[in-house]
């Protein structure tokens, strides 16, 4: 076994109820812990040489069996909801128990030191224990990995314990099934049980900061990318996965901050973490260079498929999870910034693919529009293989992070609203779905004019150009933008049939204003008056 100069925090674990010391791997490098997961017979290397694995049963998030402790502390403050699920602290003193003791019966598991902000006025120390070494890998990947002098005298802030072997009794321990992931704020644990995906460890973390960063410290915590100009301007990039986040943000001529998880502070934006957790599905190193060469000696890829007889991976094969991901460290981005702290922003694009074919390619928003569609959090979905299945499939997720905000959703449009206000923030609508008509009749609008858009955006060019208003969602629409037709920058206009084009608008209208009446009582007259007029 393996221990670096830093000793093993073993009165630390002890504490923690966890006996067995002797069992431990602490703070090992990505090569002793890709060379344990290649020992237990748990992952193989791709011929790039980076470790592939399975998660096992469950290849996403299960948000169904994700529960904040209801209590003293969080009863009043978190708003309880279909992500938000509560469950009784004897609950989480039964599983807590159960996880220390499956551990301490392990032959072995492995402890990583990290922590979450770049920003050292917010850090947070994490203290992960995993049963399985490639979890620890993406641990070491996805947060901000310590000094030997900070280790020396590291205290966590937070635990995440994961046992993905351990099975639950749903009845003993109050959860819905086998598997769970329970957050407690009175105890700052995150225990993991049942389920080896990884990402349930980042968007616990990712939770547990929603809460803390707004209700604590009044900083705006968001689940978004986040690039830098080379004169230092801070653009921020919203949208759920599908819509082109990472692609975008992505911009060979301008620094990546982050790809995924951000604060906004008084005079900053920060990345919560130290790596990039970067879907693979049809990947190719034309669309996305910079992913695609990442996958190297240190990362970590999940639930892909090699090619017959070879150790080269299939990225388009589905056949295990459409979910398929890789993570790697930051610094395996060519154009990283590090540390991943920049100034404030001044552009905001919220991202949607909208498959209706009816949102504009490219619109400025005002505050209270902003708001609304930052709470909306809309994007609409192809339809499946589902036989019968021909409507593309809306989906709203409240400030485009719904399943990791313990929080009323009024709170972070508020507190994003202030601040667009006080810095004078540019917010845009980008519209990377469908043009000419819906899915099926229609296109999907080409990634050189959305850059184009966002590149005139960025570079100040429709600061002075004419608008139009859009008659039921009433954002502003440039007539006229460099490098895109005219044409396709009102989306009525490319319809053949503009009789269908109003109809599947007022449709639209509709489903915005249904999905909203459930956010209505906490939010202003100035978000209510932005919804679109069906």
């Not at 290397?45 to 290849?59: K, Y």
């Not at 705006?220 to 082109?244: E, Q, V």
């Not at 190719?284 to 240190?298: L, M």
Request: net charge negative; proline share 6%.
């Amino acid at each position: 076994m393996s221990v670096p100069v830093v000793s093993i925090p073993k009165k630390s674990l002890l504490r923690l109820g966890l006996q067995n010391t002797e069992s431990i791997h602490y703070q090992l490098t990505p090569e002793e812990l890709v060379q344990d997961t290649l020992r237990i017979g748990e992952g193989v290397l791709n011929d790039t040489g980076a470790l592939v694995i399975r998660t096992g049963e469950f290849t996403g998030r299960s948000p169904k069996d994700k529960f904040t402790v209801k209590d003293e502390t969080t009863a009043d403050t978190v708003h309880w909801n279909e992500f938000n699920l509560p469950i009784e602290p004897k609950y989480f003193d039964i599983v807590y128990k159960k996880i220390i003791d499956y551990l301490d019966k392990a032959s072995e598991f492995w402890v990583r030191d990290c922590y979450a902000c770049a920003d050292s006025r917010y850090r947070l120390n994490v203290r992960v224990v995993n049963e399985k070494p490639w979890n620890n890998l993406f641990a070491y990947n996805m947060f901000l990995r310590p000094t030997e002098d900070e280790l020396e005298t590291f205290e966590p802030d937070w635990h995440v314990i994961s046992g993905p072997g351990l099975k639950l009794d749903p009845r003993e321990c109050g959860t819905r099934q086998h598997n769970a992931a329970i957050v407690s704020f009175k105890h700052k644990t995150i225990l993991i049980a049942g389920t080896g995906y990884t990402g349930e460890t980042k968007k616990g973390i990712f939770t547990i900061l929603n809460y803390i960063l707004p209700h604590e410290s009044n900083v705006l915590s968001m689940h978004c990318s986040a690039n830098m100009g080379k004169d230092g301007d801070t653009a921020i990039f919203f949208g759920l996965s599908g819509t082109g986040k990472t692609t975008l943000s992505a911009d060979p001529n301008r620094k990546l901050i982050g790809d995924d998880e951000h604060a906004w502070t008084n005079d900053n934006i920060f990345n919560f973490e130290g790596g990039c957790y970067a879907k693979t599905i049809n990947l190719t190193e034309e669309k996305e260079p910079e992913i695609f060469n990442a996958i190297r000696p240190g990362a970590l890829v999940e639930n892909v498929s090699f090619f017959p007889g070879t150790n080269k991976i299939n990225f388009d094969d589905a056949s295990i999870t459409e979910n398929t991901r890789v993570s790697f460290p930051l610094n395996f981005i060519s154009n990283a910034l590090e540390p991943s702290v920049a100034g404030l922003p001044k552009n905001i694009f919220f991202l949607t693919c909208d498959a209706f074919g009816v949102l504009p390619p490219l619109s400025k928003l005002t505050p209270g529009q902003a708001m609304y569609q930052f709470i909306s959090g809309y994007t609409a979905k192809v339809a499946g293989t589902e036989a019968g299945v021909t409507e593309p499939k809306p989906t709203f997720s409240t400030c485009f992070g719904a399943p990791f905000l313990p929080l009323h959703p009024g709170k972070y449009a508020q507190m994003l609203g202030d601040k667009m206000r006080e810095n004078k923030v540019n917010v845009w609508m980008v519209n990377t779905g469908w043009t000419g008509g819906p899915y099926g009749i229609g296109n999907r609008m080409k990634l050189k004019f959305t850059r184009a858009m966002i590149t005139a955006a960025l570079e100040g060019k429709l600061d002075n150009v004419e608008y139009a208003t859009h008659p039921v969602f009433g954002m502003a629409m440039p007539v006229t933008c460099p490098d895109v037709p005219s044409e396709v920058l009102n989306p009525r206009n490319t319809w053949a049939d503009k009789n269908a084009y109003d109809e599947k608008a007022k449709y639209l209208a509709g489903l915005f204003t249904r999905n909203f009446e459930k956010y209505a009582d906490g939010v202003s007259a100035e978000i209510l008056a932005a919804a679109p007029k069906a």
